[in-house]
């Protein structure tokens, strides 16, 4: 079972609103991924970190940041939100040895109004 | 551009029937993986394959890699609705990143 968890699950917030959504593993891995899926829809990389104080951008261009102080921590930030931002956000973690396996929180579904 | 393609994007089968979903790309990639995403869980993994032409199989579900490493394919013998769900094949790029395909919706009716 994966120890990956997003807080929170759902969120409706309005337009302009500051949020940040956070993602937390206790498996020690160095790896942390954030995607961006609609609904059934194919997963889009927004923003990675392959260790504390690494943060890349992703293929798909995000308005939000992302940062990673703690190697167990990568939260998810959007300073001003908009309606087009609504969609499901899921943080991943891998490990940096030989299993490449992608482990998934459960994701937050955010509703911009 | 998405560099991983999959077909077919929606499929809706009886239960007991056998179904195949294919994985496509341009790029070789140094494995792959195929996940298996419940309504609003994360993806779970599947399997990893890793060397070209490679068969893996998870009880009812086979699954194969590309001579060239830049395909794959999920075969489902006699698929029953506890396999529904969205089918993800990731390919792994570098060790590193991980691109997802667009993915197959299915539903497997009783």
């Known amino acids: 079972e994966a120890d990956i968890y997003q807080t929170p699950r759902y969120l409706v917030i309005g337009t302009g609103k500051k949020i940040t959504l956070e993602c937390s593993q206790t498996m020690g891995h160095d790896k942390m991924y954030w995607y961006q899926q609609d609904p059934g829809m194919e997963l889009h990389l927004i923003h990675y970190?392959?260790?504390?104080?690494?943060?890349e951008k992703g293929d798909l261009s995000s308005e939000s940041t992302v940062s990673r102080i703690r190697t167990e921590h990568f939260p998810l930030t959007l300073e001003s939100a908009r309606p087009s931002h609504t969609s499901q956000y899921l943080c991943?973690?891998?490990?940096?040895?030989?299993?490449?396996?992608?482990?998934f929180g459960q994701g937050t579904r955010l509703t911009v109004v | 551009t998405q560099l991983l393609e999959q077909s077919p994007q929606f499929l809706s089968i009886q239960e007991g029937e056998n179904l195949t979903v294919y994985c496509n790309s341009s790029?070789?990639?140094?494995?792959l993986q195929w996940y298996r995403q419940e309504p609003g869980e994360g993806p779970v993994l599947l399997v990893t394959?890793?060397?070209?032409?490679e068969v893996k199989k998870l009880k009812r579900l086979t699954f194969q890699f590309g001579d060239a490493r830049k395909d794959s394919s999920l075969h489902i013998t006699a698929a029953q609705p506890g396999d529904t769900g969205l089918y993800l094949c990731?390919?792994?790029?570098?060790?590193?990143?991980?691109?997802f395909g667009s993915g197959t919706k299915l539903n497997v009716k009783p």
């Open positions: 394959v890793v060397t070209g032409g």
């Open positions: 970190s392959y260790g504390v104080n690494s943060t």
């Open positions: 990731a390919g792994i790029y570098n060790f590193n990143k991980f691109y």
């Open positions: 991943a973690s891998s490990d940096s040895g030989g299993s490449t396996e992608a482990f």
């Open positions: 790029s070789v990639f140094s494995s």
